[in-house]
């Protein structure tokens, strides 16, 4: 097989939770791109079919469904939908996650007041929001006898980042699962399931502009912080995690399971002197 063959995606059928996000939506576009039929999941049907369209029209092959990442019931109920549509799936890309404001500490919230219902949001969207599919749709892989998966880390589980501490357990138990995952498929299913994970360093969404960006649009201290931290002097652009999606959920990683790739422009790897 030649290289350029081992990247296409074609023929495939590959789910994208958190798909009407910023990040969510760019990788559900990028696999689409090298030939997948792109199911496009999350809570907000608008947003989703919005994703779906734009795939379409630019070409490609995908449609919407409204499922809960964090309930069993709707998952099931998404299966039984996706396998009568396409009859398989061969990527999950668990891309649902998030924080929320009050499970993040500033001058008028400590670490000692943070309400319960907010870490338990935080915890639950990211961590089983992530395992809940895995269960689901890795029992249709270990039906199939091949599969991916990719899990959606963070730099907070590489350096537990100040003020959201919900957050940094969370993506760092993400990152054990998916050793845990890779592991468990590989050797009790079938050794072609194969499972990563992609940490993204920080990119400018919905949920952090107010954190890294005033509302002129220059940076917050925090924002400023971050850049001065970052190798290449720049915020991720949603783009910029099209290639690496695609590497991992195609035959041109087909020997790599049970890592996690920084897509960070060298924050990861920088001590700051």
Same mark, same amino acid.
């Given at each position: 097989?030649?290289?350029?063959?081992? $990247?296409?995606?074609?023929?495939?059928?590959? +789910?994208?939770?958190?798909?009407?996000?910023?990040?969510?939506?760019?990788?559900?576009?990028?696999?689409?791109?090298?030939?997948?039929?792109?199911?496009?999941?999350?809570?907000?049907?608008?947003?989703?079919?919005?994703?779906?369209?734009?795939?379409?029209?630019?070409?490609?092959?995908?449609?919407? #469904?409204?499922?809960?990442?964090?309930?069993?019931?709707?998952? /099931?109920?998404?299966?039984?939908?996706?396998?009568?549509?396409? &009859?398989?799936?061969? #990527?999950?890309?668990?891309?649902?996650?998030?924080?929320?404001?009050?499970?993040?500490?500033?001058?008028? +919230? @400590?670490?000692?007041?943070?309400?319960?219902?907010?870490?338990? $949001?935080?915890?639950?969207?990211?961590?089983?929001?992530?395992?809940?599919?895995?269960? #689901?749709?890795?029992? %249709?892989?270990?039906?199939?006898?091949?599969?991916?998966?990719?899990?959606?880390?963070?730099?907070?589980?590489?350096?537990?980042?100040?003020?959201?501490?919900?957050?940094?357990?969370?993506?760092?138990?993400?990152?054990?699962?998916?050793?845990?995952?890779?592991?468990?498929?590989?050797?009790?299913?079938?050794?072609?399931?194969?499972?990563?994970? #992609?940490?993204?360093?920080? $990119?400018? &969404? /919905?949920?952090?502009?107010?954190?890294?960006?005033? /509302?002129?649009? @220059?940076?917050?201290?925090? &924002?400023?912080?971050?850049?001065?931290?970052?190798?290449?002097?720049? $915020?991720?652009?949603?783009?910029?995690?099209?290639?690496?999606?695609?590497? +991992?959920?195609?035959?041109?990683?087909?020997?790599?399971?049970?890592? %996690?790739?920084?897509?960070?422009?060298?924050? @990861?790897?920088?001590?700051?002197?």
């Amino acid at each position: 097989m030649n290289i350029e063959a081992q $990247f296409k995606l074609t023929d495939q059928v590959a +789910l994208v939770t958190g798909g009407g996000g910023v990040l969510g939506s760019a990788m559900a576009h990028a696999v689409a791109q090298a030939g997948a039929t792109v199911v496009v999941m999350g809570r907000t049907l608008a947003k989703l079919e919005t994703v779906a369209n734009e795939i379409v029209a630019a070409g490609g092959k995908a449609y919407p #469904i409204a499922a809960d990442v964090i309930s069993r019931e709707s998952l /099931e109920a998404a299966k039984t939908e996706i396998l009568a549509k396409s &009859g398989r799936v061969d #990527i999950l890309i668990n891309g649902a996650g998030g924080n929320h404001p009050s499970a993040t500490t500033n001058p008028n +919230l @400590s670490l000692f007041d943070l309400p319960e219902d907010a870490m338990r $949001f935080v915890f639950d969207l990211n961590c089983l929001g992530t395992i809940l599919p895995s269960q #689901i749709f890795g029992a %249709v892989m270990a039906k199939q006898q091949t599969g991916v998966i990719i899990n959606i880390s963070s730099m907070a589980a590489y350096k537990p980042l100040t003020r959201v501490p919900m957050y940094a357990a969370a993506k760092s138990a993400i990152t054990n699962f998916t050793f845990w995952l890779a592991s468990h498929m590989a050797l009790e299913y079938s050794p072609n399931i194969r499972v990563n994970a #992609i940490a993204p360093g920080f $990119f400018v &969404g /919905e949920q952090n502009r107010r954190l890294l960006l005033n /509302e002129d649009g @220059s940076l917050t201290p925090r &924002g400023q912080s971050i850049i001065d931290h970052t190798p290449m002097n720049r $915020f991720g652009d949603p783009e910029d995690l099209g290639g690496t999606t695609v590497w +991992l959920a195609s035959a041109a990683a087909k020997f790599v399971t049970g890592i %996690v790739v920084p897509v960070d422009g060298g924050y @990861s790897a920088f001590g700051g002197v």
